[in-house]
């Protein structure tokens, strides 16, 4: 998706699945309200290629310490989380690696699940996405990558929506309704319980013609006129 805002992640790896299984380097995730089926349960990759495209796009790593506190990357730590990063990009390294060598246990049950988004079925790339929300842990610094995004921001919900709005601010199709869905939320803390809850159903999101142009909705809305 060229030139629009999307939130961090990428497609699951291999080794995504293999982390997850290991038990020495995820924190456990318990059963919730929001996915009593288990599609986001570790083994399935996905926990962990959310967190590992996080850090590789945006630079910020959702770990535990032996301490089993959320790390704080230090400013005397900050060339070797760089240099970790780096390696991500040039496929060199591996996030099973870097987990070892800096003693971390991934937080993969800070990520809590929110949304799931499926292409429609005459798209000629499909992608079956699931998004999470977590809380930004202290001392880490957001930054994009400048190889696979081109720019990054922070910015509220209801800001983005009005600059979308106001035509200066693209945005995915997907992004658009999460933001929606954010904005009604007025703390981090009250987000996060009801994401944890609230069962994630499934969007499917068709593609119609108005006009002579294509359009996607969501099955049961009006197209734009």
């Known amino acids: 998706m060229p030139d629009v805002y999307v939130f961090p992640g990428g497609a699951v790896a291999e080794e995504d699945h293999h982390i997850e299984v290991q038990t020495e380097l995820c924190w456990p995730v318990a059963n919730s309200g929001a996915d009593p089926e288990g599609r ?44 970790h990063r780096q390696t991500f990009h040039k496929q060199q390294g591996s996030m099973e690696q870097l987990l070892r060598e800096e003693r971390l246990v991934l937080a993969t049950d ?46 509220g919900a209801g800001q983005a929506l009005e600059r979308h709005e106001a035509g200066s601010f693209d945005l995915a199709f997907p992004t658009i309704y ?24 499934t969007h499917r999101p068709v593609i119609v013609k108005e006009g002579g142009e294509s359009q996607i909705v969501l099955p049961g809305e009006k197209a734009q006129s």
Not at 60 to 78: G, P
Not at 114 to 139: M, N, Q
Not at 180 to 198: D, K, P, W
Request: aromatic share 12%; no cysteine; glycine share 4%.
């Open 40 to 83: 986001t349960r570790l083994g399935t990759g996905l926990r962990v290629a959310a967190l590992r495209e996080l850090f590789e796009e945006a630079n910020i790593l959702l770990a535990y310490t032996n301490e089993q506190r959320m790390l704080a990357i230090e400013e005397s730590a900050l060339s070797r989380f760089k240099s």
């Open 110 to 155: 800070q990520l809590y699940y929110f949304s799931h988004w499926i292409t429609p079925e005459v798209s000629p790339k499909r992608y079956d996405t699931h998004f999470f929300l977590a809380p930004g842990p202290a001392k880490q610094e957001a930054a994009y990558d400048q190889i696979e995004t081109s720019d990054g921001i922070w910015i």
């Open 178 to 201: 999460q933001l929606r869905e954010l904005a009604a939320f007025t703390s981090v803390a009250e987000a996060l319980a009801t994401a944890g809850q609230q069962y994630v159903q």
